[in-house]
């Protein structure tokens, strides 16, 4: 990604072409192709988790709360830059041999991918008893998609380093992409199970098994395309002096840090309250999420002190893509960590629950298929296209507060929604207004993300960035459903833009402390 700054100016080249004309040839380049079919292949699970799997459990009897809850499968999207580092480093035994780096990390990913939808297609959710198993292919699947998705930002960002013209061709065909794998995954899943059967008060398993299976098909795609193109011609900087011994220990050091961090998260679920109401139950959350993410650190730090990790090589691979950002931003860090944690918890708390929405509302899978995954979603490219050209021509912290104002204020629709009960047309209406503004939003943020990233570190800070972007959002989605049960669609929809308002503050002190100092000097 790359910010306006960085473009090109608008004159002819040696070549004979202008720059428009250089701009619609680099549409054609191999790579902005191979970006295209990625995209598609990195569009596909995250609705497999996030939307999709919400109306197959839904139809298979599963409780509101319960479903909801599935979204935290998604949160290894939240979590990517913590082996982003390791990405970058080890090698893989004979995939990277064969494949190189990348491309031989991507085969990996795409491979658990597969796996994990075929596991999940496996399962009958209807059957309470597999419902853990079910959890854990949703988590292995979000686990193995964060992954592919920093291994192709890194793909990207090394296939024309220096190239800014090319990044921004090579992004706007990934995003595309990406656009497309949702309908795919979004509208194309609901339309299969609907197709082969199933409807709400008509549970049919066999019909949501089949359409996963095509959706684990869809992925041979990605790894069709993984295969065809080329390892990136750069030379990556590595820890220095990194031996075989040491990715080893990388190795056994972040798989002990996880262990650490799912039995201090398991052991402490055991001293939650019960019966809590939903914001209560958010806070303790936050304590046990924070209780383990200390002792993963502690048992990082364990392993340096007794000299089974080298400490400069931990140092290297982990420390120094943070101590840079924050050596950068110094004192204002925290405030542009704060903004980039809460700018987008308006939609996406909002869009956990909107499917089991929708089929509340009466509307059926075609119906919903139609209106959001298709129509929604080319709302949604038409608002992200809108808000680039937005970003290019104003101040990008301006648009920054208009994309905050309408994600928040847009989520106001849905109330008077389910005030209107089964209308389509006024389903099309919120969702159109919705999508354009979640586009726009979407569009002018990873502007203001791609300001902030170093070259440096490219793939290890996106990936905090990204990262840090939905914790908050999608560990508060989790409990939509219990809220909802609490306080009824009315009332959450009006949280859901209210919860939005003090990111206004932040985007007004971000702009003032940083960008308009740094425009003074």
């Known amino acids: 990604m790359t910010s306006s700054s960085q473009r090109p100016a608008d004159s002819s080249h040696a070549d004979g072409q202008t720059p428009r004309r250089r701009a619609w040839a680099g549409y054609t380049d191999r790579r902005a192709i191979a970006m295209l079919l990625l995209g598609f292949a990195a569009g596909i699970p995250i609705l497999l988790i996030f939307s999709s799997l919400s109306l197959w459990l839904t139809e298979a009897g599963v409780d509101r709360a319960t479903v909801t809850m599935f979204s935290w499968a998604a949160l290894g999207y939240s979590f990517k830059f913590i082996w982003a580092p390791l990405i970058d480093v080890l090698p893989l035994p004979w995939l990277t041999r064969r494949f190189g780096q990348r491309r031989g990390w991507l085969l990996l990913a795409q491979g658990l991918i597969i796996a994990a939808i075929l596991a999940m297609a496996a399962l009958n959710p209807a059957n309470a008893a597999v419902l853990p198993w079910m959890a854990a292919a949703a988590v292995l699947l979000g686990f193995s998609s964060a992954t592919q998705d920093v291994v192709i930002d890194a793909y990207r960002i090394e296939s024309a380093p220096g190239d800014a013209a ?39 398993y066999a019909a949501w098994r089949n359409t996963y299976w095509l959706m684990a098909g869809t992925m041979g795609a990605g790894v069709l395309t993984t295969l065809w193109v080329a390892e990136p011609a750069v030379k990556r900087e590595r820890p220095a002096g990194l031996a075989l011994g040491d990715n080893a220990r990388l190795v056994g050091l972040f798989v002990c ?60 691979t982990w420390v120094l893509p943070l ?92 109330i008077l929604l389910f005030w209107q009960g089964h209308n389509l047309p006024f389903l099309y209406l919120a969702v159109a207004f919705d999508n354009l503004a979640g ?29 840090l972007m939905t914790l908050l959002p999608k560990t508060l989605g989790g409990y939509s459903g219990t809220i909802v049960d609490k306080i009824g669609y009315p009332v959450f929809f009006l949280f859901t833009a209210l919860i939005g308002l003090p990111v206004l503050l932040l985007v007004y002190w971000v702009d003032k402390k940083i960008y308009r100092q740094a425009e003074a000097v």
């Open 166 to 204: 090319m990044q921004s061709v090579m992004s706007a065909t990934y995003t595309a992409g990406y656009r497309v794998g949702m309908i795919v995954a979004g509208a194309g899943a609901l339309w299969l199970a609907s197709g082969f059967g199933s409807e709400k008060g008509h549970y049919l």
């Open 257 to 316: 840090a996880v262990a650490a961090f799912v039995l201090v998260f398991r052991w402490a679920g055991g001293w939650l309250p019960e019966n809590q109401g939903p914001l209560l139950s958010l806070l303790w959350e936050g304590a046990r999420l924070l209780a383990a993410l200390m002792a993963a650190v502690l048992t990082g730090r364990l392993l340096v002190m007794l000299g089974l990790v080298r400490g400069e090589v931990v140092r290297q």
């Open 323 to 414: 101590a840079d950002f924050f050596q950068r931003y110094g004192r204002h860090a925290a405030l542009l960590l704060a903004l980039i944690g809460l700018y987008r918890i308006s939609d996406i708390v909002a869009g956990v629950i909107a499917n089991v929405f929708y089929a509340d509302m009466g509307f059926s899978k075609d119906e919903i298929a139609g209106a959001v995954k298709t129509f929604g979603v080319l709302m949604s490219i038409a608002g992200g296209f809108f808000g680039g050209l937005l970003a290019q021509r104003f101040a990008v912290m301006r648009m920054m507060m208009l994309g905050a104002v309408l994600a928040s204020a847009t989520n106001l629709l849905f």
């Open 439 to 467: 586009g726009l939003a979407s569009a002018v943020f990873v502007a203001f993300l791609s300001s902030l990233t170093s070259i440096r570190f490219t793939a290890v800070q996106y990936a905090l960035f990204s990262s």
